[in-house]
């Protein structure tokens, strides 16, 4: 090695720098992105995850691929459900990569962090994987909506039906997170309302793999209703136990409170029966939803769930009301969104309030008997259908500045 | 009908049960650091892949039924044997090469293998699972007065147990086990007798991992059969070990039992902090028994 | 020509760092100045103290808690908000240093798992952290009352300035008498003694120093990032620094930052990948292990900088 060399190499180091940089930057200036997010590889990727990108490539594809004369593309990335990697991906694509809109957004933690970065950039985002009803609640922002369900339409859905069906007495098994806790206190909320009483609960700490003590205790509870308020394979473990003790067996019921369709796919009819849960989008529904969802089956070998069909609707809603709009510009596009009924064959009856939710019709299913189902993914009957204004209708008041006063 | 009356009478009753169903995991947690401590104990690793080799030994189970239908009694045999044939390959062609080094290597290089174990069955099968149905002789429970015992769980106990206690046994009371841990004590000098170390060592990994499939065959199904499922139990079962005392398999035994008694009425008192129970215990322990319950001091 | 060939890639280096943010997405870059940090002060306890702590992320995390209720709830400006997070995180590591120190090897690393994994169970029930949704929205605000850090520039810079003085601390503990003596501990603690060094107070000091060079960067992220989560406690987060300062280099000045800067590269370029990151991430390992355990810059340095054979790099003694 000679001293030539020497400076030789840092400089080459600076120019790839450079060039890598530069290459970076290089993004054709005319298109439109959309950005979605997603749990692509952890807990909750099966409900939202891979699935979610096909849907809003489909969504995109559907629209015909271009808006105001620009190519539309679909990024995507995996936020491994960290609130941290979450808003650096997200910035990036705000500030770097011209993404217009992001979407999916599983996971509270990753929503609520998100929301932040959108409303200091000015971009829109609409959620359809998280949760807690404090995105629009104490935390709304302005152009954001909350697309597919949230904890209060859930906790309304599952928590009113039971309670009128002769659940009046509750018993919770809670995740002891953010959304276990949400999902926990807005079902109190409607349980108490409804004229039932809530006798006790159990804060479950996330990812625990054995529910058997906690199934004993709601058990000594004699509560007539085991409210499940956790999620994803919390969900999945505590359901099959509660089948292995013999819960079901002995008179008691339990509600599911967060539990898609793709949860009762894994756990299998047989211990899943009789479960009650609320949801948006059921893919058997009406021969569109049935034409849409083998469309996505022939992709992706499942049945879609809510959130991924969510997405599907999302961001045609998006691509319509930038067409509309003539812009890309956040607030115009979120007030052409607020100002139509929002209304397909995924979100029916549906408008955006103020606050940012989207108002629409749920349904409350129940997961069918071996017996009763034909088909691998015939799963559900439907129970109910619960009118959006009382689906979303907030037991305690919102606490969102933008319609508190 | 059901036993859950009598539980209503406070708390005698409610409390054994809960200390019934403490037991049942302690019998997984005990299952599982067996493993851990059996390698620990010869190769001087901390075999992070652990977790991800407990998994498999359920995703085993689970591809003997779904492709051949094979049922969970042969499972049962054939898992530990097949996932254990995996552990001696990781053995012969990695861990192999990091004798002699300090074990925090071979901490770091499972800790690797299973990341990849699991990234690459998390792509495969996705994260919400598998069903697997408990065999038909074993379904149904018993009323014990006090609770209604899944018969499952009784058979966990019982047969993990069992395994507990001949492990313990081939180990301590026979030539086999003597050698293994003269091994352990002295390669160099057994190596001199005319055993062939390198090819013990092999093997002790190979049963160490089937060890972990059994408690997986066993875990599959109580719990959904996951590719998260290891990942979740691994670092509580590293505290049971160190906590029993690394390497000592009688440690590993009683301090997989008590722990899961423990976070079994953590579970009732302070459910919320059933999770983090262990961590203040093993704080505890080492601080106080440096070398763990049972084991040898450092 | 050896020493030549430093001040070149110093030079080169040092351009580099004050143009990057218009090379680079600034955020991107101070996230991987953060970790390079906490990479860097982990290392000092690894590489030079022989300790592998397996709970850093109660100080990063633990910081970055303090440092987002300070600066959002109390109004504290940023730069005493950092240093609230940095003290923190120095008390909370003399409270773990006292009990942790007089373990070595496995048993170390346990006894700092296990304080870690409460602190996790402190961030998750304690009411003012927020469960999992962690502290969001913290203002950055003005430094010293005068720099708006929401200025992107001026953020990269003041984060610049911060894991400069960071390193700075780090290499000037490791180079001064003080870094001698733990260097000695580490190669033969008895001897050390006999020599009437107190081992026990050298080796607390140094994980202090740690602790606090960590909370640091933990504190800096939470204004970078405009939170604090319960992510950054988790115990998975020690796990990372552990990989960065293995793939980087154990006890090279540069191993820390380069490979922090390589793992956030990767996340970020395979963030669309899924569950290969992991399967990537977990080969790393796996080849890192086996193959070059001085790590990148251990391995590679000693060629690029013309020196015909490198010192050897210390790799982390047995206890």
């Given at each position: ?32 992105r ?23 490539q ?23 459900n ?10 990036q ?52 909506v ?17 309670v ?8 919770f ?32 700490p996330?990812n ?47 509600a ?29 529904q ?24 969510g ?48 108002v ?46 | ?8 009478m ?16 302690g ?10 401590a ?31 239908g ?35 290597y ?23 699972g ?6 038909a ?11 209604f ?40 000098l ?12 092999t ?70 902090a ?7 215990i093993m ?14 001091a450092a | ?5 430093g ?21 991107f ?26 709970g ?33 995180a ?10 942790a ?13 296990a ?27 003005r ?7 929401n ?51 050298y ?34 987060t ?25 793992i ?56």
């Open positions: 090695m000679n001293g030539r060399f020497a400076a030789v190499l840092p400089a080459a180091l600076l120019a790839a720098a450079l060039l890598v940089a530069g290459g970076a930057g290089a993004q054709s200036p005319d298109a439109v959309i950005g979605v997010l997603a749990d692509m590889s952890s807990l909750y990727a099966d409900l939202g995850g891979p699935g979610s990108t096909v849907a809003v489909m969504a995109v594809d559907d629209f015909g691929g271009s808006v105001l004369g620009k190519k539309i593309e679909v990024v995507s990335a995996d936020h491994q960290k609130p941290d990697v979450a808003s650096s991906i997200a910035r694509w705000f500030d770097e990569k011209g993404v217009q809109m992001i979407t999916d957004l599983t996971t509270s933690s990753v929503a609520l962090a998100v929301q932040e970065v959108a409303r200091a950039d000015n971009k829109v985002i609409l959620v359809n994987g998280a949760a807690s009803s404090d995105l629009t609640g104490k935390a709304c922002a302005p152009t954001s909350h697309w597919t369900y949230d904890t209060v339409s859930l906790a309304n859905g599952t928590g009113a039906a039971v009128k069906a002769g659940g009046d007495s509750w018993f098994i809670t995740a002891d997170y953010a959304f276990g806790h949400a999902l926990e206190r807005d079902t109190t909320a409607v349980v108490e309302a409804n004229g039932g009483k809530v006798l006790g609960a159990v804060n479950v996330l625990t793999a054995d529910f058997s003590s906690f199934l004993l205790q709601a058990q000594q509870s004699k509560a007539k209703i085991i409210g499940l308020a956790n999620a994803g394979g919390d969900a999945i473990n505590s359901i099959k136990q509660a089948a292995e003790f013999g819960i079901v067996a002995g008179g008691q019921k339990l599911g409170l967060l539990v898609f369709v793709s949860d009762v796919h894994s756990l299998g009819l047989q211990t899943a029966q009789g479960l009650q849960l609320t949801e948006a989008f059921y893919w058997d009406d021969d569109k939803t049935r034409a849409w969802s083998k469309r996505f089956f022939d992709k992706t070998h499942k049945e879609p769930t809510m959130v991924q069909a997405n599907y609707s999302a961001t045609m809603h998006y691509l319509e009301a930038v067409k509309a709009a003539g812009s890309l510009d956040s607030a115009a596009v979120i007030k052409e969104l607020k100002s139509k009924p929002i209304d397909d064959f995924i979100i029916r009856n549906g408008h955006i309030h103020d606050d940012g939710s989207l629409h019709d749920m349904y409350l299913y129940e997961v069918k008997k071996p017996t009763e189902s034909t088909a691998e993914w015939d799963l559900y009957k439907l129970i109910a259908t619960i009118p959006g204004d009382q689906a979303f209708k907030r037991p305690r008041g919102n606490e969102c500045p933008a319609v508190k006063g | 009908m059901f036993s859950w009356l009598h539980i209503a406070p708390p005698a009753p409610a409390l054994f049960a809960q200390l019934l169903v403490g037991l049942i995991n019998s997984f947690y005990a299952l599982l650091s067996l493993g851990l059996i390698i620990f104990g010869l190769l001087n690793i901390i075999n992070f892949a652990h977790g991800a080799q407990y998994m498999m030994g359920a995703f085993c189970a689970w591809f003997l039924l779904d492709w051949w094979i049922g969970y009694w042969p499972a049962l045999v054939i898992a530990p044997f097949a996932v254990g044939a995996v552990g001696i390959a990781i053995e012969r062609l990695l861990l192999r090469r990091l004798a002699g080094l300090d074990h925090l071979g901490l770091l290089l499972t800790f690797g293998l299973a990341l990849v174990i699991e990234g690459l069955f998390r792509q495969r099968y996705g994260s919400s598998l069903p697997y149905t408990i065999p002789e074993l379904i149904g429970g018993k009323n014990l007065g006090f609770m015992l899944p018969v499952y769980r009784g058979w966990v106990v019982v047969f993990s147990l069992t395994v507990c206690l001949a492990t313990w046994f081939v180990i301590e009371r026979t030539r086999l086990g003597a050698l293994l841990r003269a091994a352990t004590e002295n390669a160099t057994v190596q001199a007798f005319g055993i062939d170390v390198p090819r013990l060592v093997l002790t990994y190979g049963a160490g991992v089937a060890l972990a499939a059994l408690a997986g065959v066993l875990a599959a199904p109580i719990y959904q059969v996951s590719p998260l499922m290891g990942a979740n139990i691994i670092i509580v079962v590293f505290a049971v070990v160190v906590i029993g005392g690394m390497g000592s398999i009688l440690g590993a035994i009683v301090s997989g039992f008590a722990l899961g008694l423990i976070e079994g009425l953590t579970k009732v008192f302070y459910p919320e059933s999770n983090t129970i262990i961590f203040v704080a505890l322990v080492l601080l106080v028994k440096p070398a763990g319950l049972f084991g040898r | 020509m050896s020493r030549r060939a001040l070149w890639w110093s030079i080169a280096l040092i351009a580099l760092a004050l143009a990057a943010p218009f090379l680079f997405y600034p955020v870059v101070m996230r991987a100045l953060c970790l390079a940090l906490f990479a860097c002060a982990f290392d000092l306890l690894l590489g030079y103290v022989g300790l592998l702590s397996f850093h992320a109660a100080f990063y995390g633990g910081a970055a808690y303090v440092t987002a209720h300070c600066v959002k709830v109390w109004g504290f400006p940023p730069e005493l908000g950092i240093v609230a997070g940095a003290a923190a120095a008390l909370l590591g003399s409270v773990f240093g006292w009990l120190i007089r373990r070595q090897g496995i048993y170390f690393a346990m006894i700092t798992l304080l870690a994994q409460m602190v996790a169970f402190f961030a998750l029930q304690a009411p003012f952290t927020g469960g999992e949704d962690g502290i969001q929205a913290v203002p950055r605000g430094l010293l009352g005068l720099i708006d850090l200025h992107p520039l001026a953020m990269y810079y003041f984060v610049l300035a911060m894991f400069v003085v960071g390193f700075a601390i780090v290499r000037r503990a490791v180079n001064s008498p003080f870094g001698q003596v733990i260097t000695a501990i580490r190669e033969n603690e008895p001897r050390a003694v006999s020599l009437g060094y107190r081992a026990e107070r080796k607390l000091l140094a994980f202090v120093l740690s602790a606090a060079l960590a909370g640091l960067a933990g504190a800096t992220k939470c204004l970078v990032l405009q939170f604090a989560a319960l992510s950054d406690v988790d115990w998975t020690s796990g990372e620094v552990v990989l960065m300062t293995l793939v980087g280099g154990v006890g090279t000045p540069l191993g820390p930052v380069v490979g922090a800067f390589v956030v590269t990767m996340e970020n370029y395979l963030a669309q990948a899924g569950s290969w990151v992991t399967v990537i991430e977990g080969l790393i390992f796996i080849v890192c292990v086996l193959t070059f355990r001085r790590g990148i810059v251990g391995v590679i340095a000693p060629c690029l900088t013309g020196r015909a054979a490198a010192p050897p790099a210390p790799e982390p003694s047995p206890p």
